[in-house]
């Protein structure tokens, strides 16, 4: 049973390009989070996706950034007109289940380093 | 908002050394507190997850304490060696259905 894979694992853009992060969760698991590491902070948790659903975007900067979860296919992590503010490690989690009765562990995966020039 | 944080923010000790982490929270209203390791350029590894209703976790040489009332969690390593050099990381999972992860304490342990 592979692990949480995200691609690709460095990912340099120039300003105002768009980056595409890649999150396939672990077999089994229907829940992706994602979570931002900017340097010298800790990790931030930015939105929370079901399959084809977003169910918590309450991390997620209001402009530019976009998450889906397709029926098939990865998950993918969308930023628009990336600015030099953006760098940053780019971590996905995956669970089997999500909500008040289920404490569930999260599997990361190794995480995406964005670098914009 | 829930707070976490983790002192000290860095640690080195000399191997064979017994060490403990530190964790802080401010809102006891948590489902479980989880701790990673980060190694450098690589992804969050989980090392143990306690629930809210339990008081400590083993694997191996790690023991986990968790005392929610007093918003406290202690990550107790044993007999360290250098490959346990990493950044060490908590996390709170509350019930609003929110992580918080702690700034990390960075881990060195001496040959």
């Known amino acids: 049973n592979a692990g949480v894979m995200q691609n690709p694992r460095h990912l340099v853009r120039r300003r105002g390009q768009e980056a595409r992060l890649r999150c396939s969760p672990m077999?089994?698991?229907?829940?992706v989070y994602w979570y931002r590491q900017l340097p010298e902070e800790g990790l931030k948790f930015m939105v929370y996706?079901?399959?084809?659903?977003?169910?918590?975007e309450s991390g997620m900067p209001k402009e530019r950034f976009s998450a889906e979860f397709p029926k098939e296919g990865p998950s993918i992590l969308r930023i628009q007109q990336v600015v030099r503010g953006d760098s940053a490690a780019y971590f996905c989690a995956s669970s089997t289940a999500y909500g008040f009765t289920l404490h569930n562990e999260q599997f990361f995966g190794p995480g995406t380093r964005l670098t914009v020039l | 908002k829930q707070e976490v944080t983790q002192i000290p923010a860095a640690l080195s000790v000399p191997e064979g050394e017994n060490l403990v982490l530190n964790c802080s929270f401010t809102?006891?209203?948590?489902?479980?507190l989880q701790w990673f390791r980060q190694d450098p350029g690589k992804g969050l590894t989980s090392l143990l997850l306690?629930?809210?209703?339990?008081r400590e976790q083993t694997s191996g040489r790690l023991n986990a304490s968790l005392d929610k009332s007093s918003g406290r969690s202690t990550l107790y390593i044993a007999a360290s060696q250098p490959g346990d050099s990493a950044t060490y990381l908590c996390a709170v999972y509350d019930t609003g259905n929110q992580f918080y992860f702690g700034t990390g304490t960075s881990l060195t342990v001496i040959p």
């Open positions: 809102d006891s209203a948590i489902y479980n």
């Open positions: 306690i629930q809210s209703s339990q």
């Open positions: 996706l079901q399959k084809e659903n977003i169910i918590d």
């Open positions: 077999k089994g698991h229907s829940h």
